[in-house]
């Protein structure tokens, strides 16, 4: 595995560690929205920048979801963190049961919000190449240009957006999408997550089926599912206040267990 990088990062509150993964081609900021309705007298919420994404470094290589767990790892080690509670969004979500699988040990609650457990199908895993090698020739516009309208509808939220992917380094969409396209199924291995952990799927979902959603709930030891009607791939920008509640459920159900 290659070394790990140092991630930019902020941190709110304190209390139970609570650690949110945004998803590609994002940053930190996609969670404010949740996070202000959030107490943070009761949690510590921490906000990193994945590698490649936002102020973190984005050095050239394959991303893998192990190589951004990893990631995660050090950075819990860093604030002297032993267990967090990890939210994790579509790829944030690939990176958070990556860490849930190498990592179990430090893992204190677990929140998949619009993600899944499969891998990539043939014909998505190609797609991610091709669009990894267009970036390659064309740079960050190949995203900018055409993956704020694919994660919402909403105007308002495309608007939101739209800079953060611009900002994204061609070397850090790369890096993302080759990791994500080599990434493993994980559908068998949820059953043997003990954690508390909420699935958060939108009905309007059209990059991840909200089927997958309930899969994972059903496999996992001690899930429950949130399905929320007039949200999309991007819930905490849609329903900031109902995936807020979602995640108070899951850390009072993870301080019982403590």
């Not at 309705?37 to 920048?49: A, E, F, K, V, Y």
């Not at 089926?209 to 949130?226: D, I």
Request: hydrophobic fraction near 45%; charge should be negative.
């Amino acid at each position: 595995m290659e070394a790990s990088i140092s991630l930019h990062y902020s941190v709110i509150g304190s209390g139970m560690p609570m650690v949110f993964l945004h998803g590609f081609p994002l940053d930190h900021t996609i969670w404010y929205s949740v996070v202000d309705i959030l107490n943070s007298s009761d949690l510590q919420i921490i906000l990193p920048d994945l590698r490649g994404h936002g102020l973190s470094p984005a050095p050239e290589g394959v991303y893998t979801m192990d190589l951004m767990a990893n990631d995660i790892l050090n950075l819990l080690d860093e604030l002297g963190i032993q267990k967090a509670i990890l939210v994790g969004h579509s790829m944030g979500g690939y990176v958070s049961l990556a860490f849930s699988r190498r990592y179990p040990d430090r893992l204190a609650g677990l929140a998949l919000i619009a993600t899944q457990a499969l891998a990539d199908s043939p014909e998505k895993r190609q797609s991610r190449l091709d669009t990894a090698n267009a970036v390659l020739e064309r740079g960050s516009k190949v995203i900018c240009e055409t993956m704020p309208s694919k994660l919402t509808d909403k105007e308002e939220i495309m608007e939101k957006i739209v800079s953060t992917i611009c900002r994204t380094p061609p070397e850090g969409i790369v890096g993302a999408l080759k990791g994500m396209a080599e990434r493993p199924d994980l559908t068998t291995y949820l059953p043997s997550i003990d954690v508390p952990a909420v699935v958060v799927a939108g009905v309007k979902d059209t990059i991840i089926h909200p089927e997958n959603a309930q899969l994972m709930s059903r496999r996992l030891g001690n899930a429950w599912l949130v399905k929320i009607q007039q949200a999309g791939h991007m819930p905490m920008l849609e329903a900031p206040e109902q995936v807020a509640v979602s995640l108070t459920q899951l850390a009072q159900k993870v301080s019982l267990r403590m």
